[in-house]
């Protein structure tokens, strides 16, 4: 996962370059268990965590592999730098916040909804109404409803979020926050298990959740640039390999 996070820049004869990985992204520290990066520009933090404890000499032997930093020290000296180069710069309208920046961060971090509970091939591409900033596809899983549902009326809502159902019956919907709003799109023929995994999810759900207690979700924090906020408080995000 680092590897494929980590920047890389390829600069060409005519000044034009190609970036590969996130402009800015640095290592932060090697722990025994994670790879904590630090996005300079946001200053946006993200962990990288393993299933399974080593030690940080491991650890770091592990990431020097699988980045092919040892055969490119240099990649790995520049991962560790405090500074970014003027060809990263160049990258600055990707993480300029816009008016949909708060709703895809918070979607971005319930994410899990999608990678942990159905082979989902979900993606954002552009959008396709002329009212929505972005298009949020999957070709396997749950119906928009059940999505848009989870998405505000569950445990791991968006707080504030409204889900509307697309006209005339159509598998579409539009989740909006404040003046931003996000197509949910996925197609109209599902297998079977969709509705099943819709319903393991809530009612796990609930379980988590003992009578009377609210969720505890960071509901009401704003979203930084980044990553989002509304996970625990009191625990980092980290994205599993």
């Not at 993480?95 to 989902?120: I, K």
């Not at 928009?144 to 505000?152: F, I, K, N, R, S």
């Not at 924090?221 to 980290?238: L, M, T, Y």
Request: positive net charge.
């Amino acid at each position: 996962m680092a590897n494929y996070l980590l920047p890389q820049t390829v600069t060409y004869a005519d000044g034009s370059h190609v970036h590969f990985g996130i402009p800015g992204l640095r290592i932060e520290r090697v722990t025994a268990r994670a790879v904590h990066l630090l996005h300079l520009p946001t200053q946006g933090r993200l962990e990288l965590r393993e299933y399974h404890c080593g030690t940080p000499r491991s650890m770091r032997s592990r990431l020097r592999w699988e980045t092919g930093s040892a055969e490119i020290p240099e990649n790995l000296a520049f991962w560790y730098t405090a500074g970014i180069t003027a060809a990263e710069e160049s990258a600055a309208p990707h993480w300029a916040p816009t008016p949909c920046t708060p709703l895809r961060s918070r979607l971005m971090v319930r994410a899990s909804t999608w990678w942990r509970h159905w082979p989902h091939t979900a993606e954002i591409v552009p959008a396709r109404r002329s009212n929505t900033s972005r298009c949020l596809k999957w070709r396997e899983g749950p119906s928009c409803t059940e999505v848009g549902d989870l998405l505000v009326n569950s445990a791991i809502r968006i707080s504030d979020a409204a889900n509307v159902s697309g006209p005339d019956g159509a598998d579409v919907s539009l989740l909006t926050l404040g003046s931003a709003t996000i197509e949910l799109a996925c197609p109209s023929q599902r297998g079977t298990s969709a509705g099943t995994g819709i319903a393991l999810v809530l009612v796990n759900l609930r379980r988590l959740l003992k009578p009377g207690q609210a969720p505890r979700l960071a509901q009401d924090e704003p979203a930084d640039r980044f990553g989002g906020s509304a996970w625990p408080a009191d625990q980092p995000a980290p994205i599993r390999r």
